[in-house]
């Protein structure tokens, strides 16, 4: 008797153990990057990412969920910095989990619901119209405003199911309500999201609007169009983020609101092992003192699978900027500098 409980409980807790499962996956990226007023250095692509995921059930189809990243500088070893604006509002620029860091629960019948730091909406949403996906020296306008952010810290985000091919993507961030002396200015405001996401076989549209946390109530709004072929993507997208007097005195020390618009045109074709991408991007700035002017972006990226995981890349970017504190906004390496050429080749491997 004693032995058959003792086997019923092993397999009870075994049972329980069973439905949580722990998922580790992630990519590596290196290569080598040439930039005007740049020497040859080794940089990454592509974040590399190590993600750790779970799931548990809960039962009736729900799950418990979480979600961690860590990304890091594959040259060097060094953890991302500075790369996420709302870090650095926050004066916390290099925080150990880059990406996600989040808890939360979803079901197929409602959606689901995450807290913590959590992908930004907008962004994750608009990097369908940019062939790079938000990265390396030819990405998109559209990520290249004073606020860009891919993660929103202090937050909660709530994902609908897919309906008819629509899906709804809102979340709402939590200011830290932080008086920043330097110019006597509160950044102090929650922010929230709010995007919605329609595709089909043939094509997607998408719009999402955005009042930044922590920004002196900065927002932006952008709309994007696609048509989706079997080997091909065509892609249109509109983006305009206000910037506040407050953002840009903490960053650029101009006493001046901005205002950036911006376009991007995309093409992503797949042949086989190859696939070839062009971007082309315009964007205006607006502003009563030094940031006045436009600029322009193209880019072209060329990608060979060796593999399902292991890819070689190669992208060439040319930025051309009407002036140079313009090009400071626009040029990848930061320089002040109205035109700017990049190559950038290298590896990525995904696990």
Request: aromatic fraction near 12%.
């Amino acid at each position: 008797m004693k032995r058959l409980l003792i086997a019923i409980a092993v397999g009870l807790v075994g049972s329980a153990y069973a439905q949580t499962h722990v998922t580790i996956n992630g990519q590596l990226d290196t290569g080598l990057l040439k930039q005007t007023e740049s020497d040859m250095h080794m940089m990454r692509n592509h974040d590399n990412l190590l993600r750790y995921k779970s799931t548990e059930e809960l039962g009736n189809g729900t799950q418990a969920v979480f979600n961690l990243e860590h990304r890091w500088d594959s040259s060097d070893g060094a953890r991302c910095f500075g790369n996420n604006a709302i870090d650095r509002l926050h004066d916390t620029p290099g925080v150990d989990w880059q990406g996600a860091a989040n808890v939360g629960i979803q079901n197929p019948a409602w959606g689901r619901v995450l807290l913590g730091r959590v992908s930004n909406v907008s962004g994750e949403n608009y990097s369908k119209v940019d062939p790079f996906i938000f990265d390396g020296i030819a990405l998109s306008y559209g990520n290249m405003t004073v606020l860009s952010a891919s993660q929103t810290p202090n937050s909660i985000r709530y994902d609908s199911p897919i309906w008819r091919g629509l899906r709804i993507n809102a979340s709402y961030s939590v200011g830290k309500g932080k008086r920043y002396s330097d110019y006597n200015k509160s950044y102090a405001n929650d922010g929230f999201v709010l995007g919605a996401v329609y595709e089909n076989s043939q094509f997607f549209l998408l719009a999402d609007y955005e009042r930044i946390q922590d920004s002196d109530k900065s927002w932006g709004w952008n709309a994007a169009a696609g048509l989706l072929f079997d080997d091909m993507t065509l892609t249109f997208g509109y983006h305009t983020h206000k910037i506040s007097r407050a953002v840009m005195e903490k960053f650029f020390e101009e006493e001046h609101s901005l205002c950036q618009d911006s376009l991007t045109f995309g093409v992503k074709h797949t042949s086989g092992r190859n696939t070839f991408k062009i971007t082309f991007n315009w964007a205006r700035v607006d502003s009563e003192g030094d940031y006045h002017g436009h600029s322009k972006k193209y880019g072209f990226g060329y990608d060979y699978a060796l593999s399902k995981h292991t890819t070689l890349y190669s992208i060439l970017a040319y930025v051309d900027s009407s002036n140079g504190r313009v090009g400071r906004l626009y040029n990848t390496n930061g320089t002040a500098s109205d035109s700017m050429t990049g190559i950038n080749f290298g590896i990525t491997h995904s696990f």
